[in-house]
């Protein structure tokens, strides 16, 4: 049986093109492109509004497929309706970790504050240390993270040379995600890992 896809997409602003359309023609598209994700299987994850955490990305999302060949059926209907020419966005597939089971992965619920993290890999630092170490390091890390619930977690080594695997994080609050954070300096983990994280809020409409 073949994993299913994920897609996770960065956008960072819609392009001149889009902003000319009326609304009504905005919305036609947009039910176009939703109606392509449905027929082919797939599933919109998550979507999240970010503009009000950064001015790079206006929003992000995870859209999930059954195979690849779904997959590719919904890339080529947004190829067709020229998707690609209203958006400045940039995109990458994953396949489920082994260590986050379906059951096991969070809902989105609204009012949460969401964190999308993209992992480059491993440091100098991490690959010095040995076997035993690296495992009381996750384990630190497990530990102080518990506030966090995870709803995707995918590896992307096969579909990039550059990230290794993304994921996305739920926490109550912004204070839940600081104290996260502060929970990872407290261990050193920026010290072993390079990776980048954003926030974000459930998009809404």
């Known amino acids: 049986m073949e994993e299913s896809i994920y897609n996770l997409f960065l956008i960072k602003r819609p392009t001149e093109r889009w902003l000319r359309l009326a609304p009504a023609e905005q919305s036609a598209l947009q039910a176009k492109i939703n109606e392509g994700l449905a027929a082919t299987g797939g599933r919109r994850v998550i979507a999240c509004n970010a503009h009000w955490w950064n001015e790079g990305y206006r929003g992000w999302g995870v859209e999930e497929f059954p195979d690849f060949a ?35 992965a969070a809902v989105p619920e609204p009012g949460k504050i969401y964190q999308l993290f993209l992992f480059w890999g491993n440091t100098e630092a991490h690959y010095l240390l040995s076997q035993a170490e690296k495992d009381a390091l996750w384990a630190k ?63 809404e409409g």
Do not use: C
């Open 141 to 203: 890390l497990l530990e102080v993270g518990g506030s966090a619930k995870m709803i995707v977690w995918a590896r992307s080594y096969w579909a990039s040379e550059e990230y290794q695997a993304f994921g996305i994080k739920m926490f109550s609050d912004i204070a839940a995600v600081q104290h996260d954070m502060a929970n990872q300096q407290q261990i050193d983990w920026p010290r072993y890992v390079k990776a980048r994280a954003l926030l974000g809020t459930l998009w």
């Open 70 to 104: 779904s997959w590719r059926h919904f890339a080529d209907l947004r190829e067709k309706l020229e998707w690609y020419s209203y958006l400045d966005s940039w995109s990458i597939l994953g396949t489920p970790h082994e260590l986050l089971k379906p059951e096991n």
